[in-house]
């Protein structure tokens, strides 16, 4: 046997011991990625949020008309951004499941009648998709969609590409860079159906409410934004 495979496990960790990837703390457990002080700072929020001002919405009360209501799982704090940065550039399963438990409970939290609606996502360019393997808001939708046996329908498509919204510099800057940038690809799914549309991150709503608009000229009943985190 190969004496540095013998030896590869001892050497690894001792080169790489496995850390936290949000406090970067050891972490004893190799097959988990996040520490319990971390993971205990996990808060999912119980009502929907609006999209408009980011104020928790009690009931049914709406503060603001929108043409979607916003389910925002957590806000972006601590270690949240760490999970999806993961899960988006390394696609770890175990980030995957964490990430899918969070939306999951959300769901049951503020979605009661989730069976009747459909999933879809937020797509990314094909170039973007094609440099990063994956979309994960993809692969979220079909998590949560085998998990509630409820459809995951493919219903937009990029019209051009866009810079990242994260770069763009206030809410103006981000509607901008991303107005007309979906068509739909899939209109007879959506008249009269309750839409819940997935995207990772929100900040000013301008992504959603893009592609909320988009799907609005094909007359759906209901679109639920859901997104693992808000920023304040
Ligand atoms: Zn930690
Ligand atoms: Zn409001």
């Known amino acids: 046997m190969n004496v540095l495979k013998k030896y590869s496990k001892y050497?690894?960790?001792?080169?790489?011991?496995?850390?936290?990837?949000?406090?970067?703390?050891?972490?004893?457990?190799?097959?988990?990625?996040?520490?319990?002080?971390?993971?205990?700072?996990?808060?999912?929020?119980?009502a929907y949020l609006c999209p408009a001002c980011g104020k928790r919405?009690?009931?049914?009360?709406?503060?603001?008309?929108?043409?979607?209501?916003?389910?925002?799982?957590?806000?972006?704090?601590?270690?949240i951004p760490e999970l999806i940065w993961y899960f988006k550039y390394h696609k770890l399963e175990k980030i995957h499941t964490l990430l899918s438990?969070?939306?999951?409970?959300?769901i049951q939290l503020v979605l009661p009648n989730i069976e009747t609606y459909s999933i879809s996502y937020i797509p990314l360019h094909p170039k973007k998709e094609r440099?990063?393997?994956?979309?994960?808001?993809?692969?979220?939708?079909?998590?949560?969609?085998?998990?509630?046996?409820?459809?995951?329908?493919?219903?937009l498509k990029r019209t051009r590409y866009t810079e990242s919204q994260t770069k763009q510099k206030g809410a103006q800057g981000r509607y901008t860079n991303i107005h007309d940038c979906f068509s739909c690809i899939d209109q007879e799914n959506i008249s009269g159906k309750n839409i819940l549309l997935i995207d990772d991150v929100t900040t000013s709503g301008a992504t959603l409410r893009e592609a909320t608009q988009t799907l609005r000229k094909y007359h759906p009943r209901h679109i639920v934004g859901l997104v693992i985190a808000k920023v304040d």
Do not use: M, W
Request: proline share 7%.
């Open 131 to 155: 440099e990063r393997g994956f979309n994960q808001s993809h692969i979220l939708a079909q998590t949560i969609a085998k998990y509630f046996d409820i459809p995951c329908i493919s219903l």
């Open 101 to 106: 438990a969070i939306l999951i409970v959300h």
């Open 11 to 46: 050497l690894l960790d001792i080169l790489f011991p496995p850390v936290c990837v949000s406090c970067i703390s050891p972490i004893q457990d190799q097959k988990k990625y996040i520490c319990s002080d971390c993971f205990d700072k996990i808060t999912i929020n119980t």
């Open 57 to 79: 919405c009690a009931g049914k009360n709406r503060c603001h008309q929108t043409p979607y209501q916003l389910a925002a799982a957590c806000q972006y704090h601590e270690p």
